[in-house]
Nanobody, 122 residues
Framework: VQLQASGGGLVQAGDSLRLSCAAS????????TGWFRQSPGKEREFIAA????????YYSDSVKGRFTISRDGAKNTVYLRIDSLKPEDTAVYFC????????????????WGQGTLVTVSS
């Protein structure tokens, strides 16, 4: 499977943004799609994941409340909505897949796309 993240850009603090992760190619039957972000000089940080059916979701405790993950099965696309953007949300946002439900470790994810850059100005 190939994943492509998009939707990033330059936004103002307080704005909202919806990122997309489009999947193409062969897909395992049971998987989860997760979102991560990485700022310069920092480790890749887990944000949220959604199971293939959309029936279960989990978030990182550090981002609960402002981030919402969802999916459109017909479009093979997973979304990440970010509300009340802050300058510290500036990062490259990535999506990836895992078959290890519940994990937050980037090493458990595969099919990383190129990411989409979100820049939040104050």
């Amino acid at each position: 499977v190939q994943l492509q993240a998009s939707g990033g850009g330059l936004v103002q603090a307080g704005d909202s943004l919806r990122l997309s992760c489009a999947a193409s190619g062969r897909t395992l039957r049971r998987y989860a799609t997760g979102w991560f972000r990485q700022s310069p000089g920092k480790e890749r940080e887990f944000i949220a994941a959604i199971i293939w059916s959309g029936t279960s979701i989990y978030y990182s405790d550090s981002v609960k409340g402002r981030f919402t993950i969802s999916r459109d099965g017909a479009k093979n696309t997973v979304y990440l909505r970010i509300d009340s953007l802050k300058p510290e949300d500036t990062a490259v946002y990535f999506c990836a897949r895992t078959t290890n439900w519940g994990t937050r470790a980037s090493s458990d994810f595969y099919s990383w796309g190129q990411g989409t850059l979100v820049t939040v100005s104050s």
